[in-house]
């Protein structure tokens, strides 16, 4: 599957911003270097159709640095680094072989080093229909535009709160969709953080401040409807989406028709593959999510294990090429590509460039800080989607003295579906913390184990001698 490929200095898993700029300093050093994605192009969810077909209609979405992503598009396939794409990793051994599957079958690499590039996931917060037909995140909205040109033919109604959500009510309306009004989720503003971030936001990086602004006066501009201080969301309908209702802040009760509901609680890292490794995990108070622990160089708890992009930490485009190249340096200075010396004079640029992120990103944290004590869910809604595990039957487990999220997957199933908990960890872990007082770090997430992502009977057994 992998000819001469199989031992490679460098195993890259995700071709979005980090992987691929990993990639191109890698191949710079003279590293033997192969990168994979689960999608069949280059690009990650960040730059989903700049090297396809629709790379027109992608430089003309609002909120693309084009000469950013171009440039590094085309530094990397400069490289002369295979890709392959539409091949799903599955399991990182102890050994660090690397098990994966993809269009001529099952196979595994052994790598000397590896870099999850694996990139962020969106936070499920469940309610009552959520799982209706009609009912789409923001982010899975945003990759049909990007991959295929597709918008919703009827008006739109957004809920949720964060900069994806309004930097995709732009994009829709740059190609001609509409919105019937969005419902602000977020929490009362907390002033001493923004105006404490604020500062070095705008020397560092006013020109996204100042995008940011605009985007938000677009909307106000387009009349748009908004709610502020939603809860009690609900969808309606037997089976497909037909209304919803919710409250706004003044306690007034709204019902009203639509066909399609898209909803965004901000982004966390992807920590399935890190966490199935045994990779270590903190709880981030801050931003409200777990993250894998790793150095400056984006080297994790567990040796030769790399994680860059916003799989290590939520920062965007410019801050995932930045820890990629990290990344990629430290790890051609480890196997004797780079002196010492070298690496610390090389790694001034892209250091710089997180400093600069980095900044702008406290301030995006400040203002839409996660908010999750709206997060009620009635004992009707589902939490656990693959497996059809309410809230109710959550709370039952927990008020029966089931505290530890594996004491709770064991009595409920909760977690065991195709998604191994990628979906439903993060709301059992609030349910828990709410009902029992503990700190969501006290009661942590479920145990991972392989594979991490869904895989056949028919896959693993036609795993080939090699690999097995």
């Known amino acids: 599957m992998f000819p001469d490929h199989t031992h490679p200095d460098l195993l890259i898993i995700g071709a979005g911003p980090a992987g691929l700029s990993a990639a191109s300093t890698a191949a710079a050093y003279g590293l033997h270097t192969v990168v994979i994605d689960a999608y069949d192009t280059i690009g990650g969810m960040i730059w989903r159709g700049m090297s396809g077909e629709l790379r027109d209609l992608a430089q003309r979405l609002p909120g693309i640095k084009n000469a950013e992503a171009t440039a590094e598009i085309q530094r990397f396939q400069d490289s002369g680094v295979p890709f392959f794409?539409?091949?799903r990793a599955w399991h990182i051994a102890d050994d660090k072989r690397v098990f994966v599957t993809g269009p001529k079958g099952t196979s595994s690499l052994s790598p000397a080093r590896i870099l999850l590039a694996t990139g962020a996931?969106?936070?499920?917060l469940p309610?009552?229909?959520w799982t209706l037909p009609g009912v789409m995140t923001v982010g899975a909205a945003q990759l049909l535009l990007k991959a295929s040109a597709t918008v919703p033919a009827q008006p739109v109604w957004l809920c949720g709160h964060g900069p994806l959500l309004l930097l995709y009510?732009?994009?829709?309306?740059a190609m001609g969709g509409q919105i019937a009004g969005i419902l602000d989720t977020s929490g009362p503003r907390a002033w001493a953080p923004i105006i404490h971030a604020l500062p070095k936001a705008l020397w560092y990086g006013w020109r996204d401040v100042a995008n940011?602004?605009?985007?938000?006066?677009?909307?106000?501009?387009a009349k748009i409807p908004i709610f502020h201080g939603i809860g009690n969301l609900c969808a309606h309908g037997n089976n497909a989406l037909t209304a919803i209702s919710f409250r706004d802040?003044?306690?007034?009760?709204?019902?009203?028709e639509t066909r399609c509901l898209l909803v965004h609680h901000g982004l966390e890292p992807g920590l399935q593959a890190a966490r199935t490794a045994g990779c270590a995990v903190t709880w981030d108070a801050e931003n409200g999510n777990f993250q894998i622990i790793h150095d400056c160089w984006g080297e994790t708890s567990i040796p030769d294990l790399f994680v860059a992009g916003d799989g290590a930490?939520?920062?965007g485009a410019q801050a995932a090429i930045a820890r990629g190249q990290l990344s990629a340096l430290r790890i051609a200075n480890q196997l004797g590509k780079l002196s010492d010396n070298a690496l610390v004079q090389l790694a001034k640029h892209p250091q710089k460039i997180l400093k600069t992120t980095h900044a702008t990103r406290k301030l995006i944290d400040a203002v839409y800080r996660p908010d999750t004590s709206r997060f009620t869910p009635t004992d009707r809604t589902l939490i656990c989607r693959c497996e059809s595990v309410s809230a109710g039957q959550i709370r039952e487990a927990i008020r029966s003295g089931l505290h530890a999220p594996d004491q709770i997957k064991a009595f409920t199933r909760a977690g065991m579906g195709a998604c191994q908990g990628q979906q439903c960890a993060g709301s059992l872990n609030a349910m828990v913390a709410q009902e029992t007082g503990y700190s969501s770090e006290t009661v942590g997430l479920y145990r991972r184990r392989p594979p991490f992502a869904p895989l056949t009977l028919g896959e693993l057994c036609a795993l080939d001698e090699e690999a097995g």
């Open 85 to 87: 794409g539409q091949t």
């Open 121 to 124: 996931q969106e936070r499920p």
């Open 127 to 129: 309610f009552e229909g």
């Open 169 to 173: 009510a732009n994009q829709l309306m």
């Open 212 to 221: 940011g602004i605009r985007l938000t006066a677009r909307i106000h501009c």
């Open 249 to 256: 802040a003044r306690g007034n009760a709204h019902y009203v």
């Open 313 to 315: 930490r939520i920062g």
